[in-house]
């Protein structure tokens, strides 16, 4: 079965530059739920998105956007990057804003240097 | 204040032996009740879940939770621990007015000695 898809896996930039993360949600899926999980943390729910529009926001630094486009893939943009950027960042998607039928995607490690 | 609880950091059982990992939240309403669980610098896998009914939930891998309205609680238990199971477990709960949104505790981390 097809599962969550993020892009790129693994992500190295340097302070102050810009990165761009990628989630490709479960086909028939509309809805894309992004978190971050620091080093030794647990992960943190940053903003998500129903049917293209923005449905929730929680710690997401103004630095971040993010939208989601109308083939369901959500895009979230980085800028000013600071070494306390770098963490795991997940995308997970649902039909609906549903816990039911949730996946995570495996994840894209961000690392600022 | 709402919060997800994992009272152990840290848990070291030997491989065999029986585990529980604790989980309590603090929410007005039941919650939906996940575990998780994350090998070093893998992804999040669901192990189980609970939304209604029967209160102990079974899960992949051998994994079992039992829900206690009464305790606030949700532990996750195995009866015979695997060196494989060896990672971090993450429960976390979601509100029905919280658009799917999770919010995890902050981990228990499994060591198995041989």
């Known amino acids: 079965a097809a599962g969550v898809i993020q892009s790129p896996r693994h992500l190295i930039k340097e302070k102050r530059e810009t990165a761009t993360l990628k989630c490709y949600p479960i086909p028939r899926h509309d809805t894309v739920y992004w978190y971050q999980q620091g080093p030794g943390q647990d992960p943190q729910f940053l903003i998500s998105?129903?049917?293209?529009?923005?449905?929730d926001k929680g710690s997401i630094p103004d630095r971040f956007s993010a939208q989601q486009f109308s083939d369901y893939h959500s895009e979230l943009n980085m800028s000013s990057l600071e070494l306390g950027d770098s963490a795991l960042y997940f995308c997970?998607?649902?039909?609906?804003?549903?816990?039911?039928?949730?996946?995570f995607g495996p994840g894209t490690r961000l690392t600022v240097t | 204040a709402q919060s997800v609880t994992q009272p152990d950091i840290h848990i070291t059982v030997s491989e065999g032996a029986s585990l529980e990992l604790r989980c309590n939240y603090s929410y007005g309403a039941t919650p939906y009740l996940f575990w998780y669980v994350q090998s070093p610098g893998q992804g999040l896998q669901l192990l189980l879940k609970y939304f209604s009914g029967d209160t102990l939930v079974q899960g992949i891998k051998g994994f079992e939770a039992e829900f206690k309205r009464s305790q606030s609680s949700f532990n996750l238990r195995k009866p015979s621990v695997h060196w494989s199971d060896a990672a971090e477990y993450f429960c976390a709960v979601g509100l029905s007015n919280q658009g799917g949104k999770l919010i995890f505790g902050q981990g228990t981390e499994l060591s198995v000695k041989p």
């Open positions: 997970a998607s649902s039909s609906g804003l549903s816990y039911h039928e949730q996946y």
């Open positions: 998105f129903y049917e293209k529009m923005q449905s």
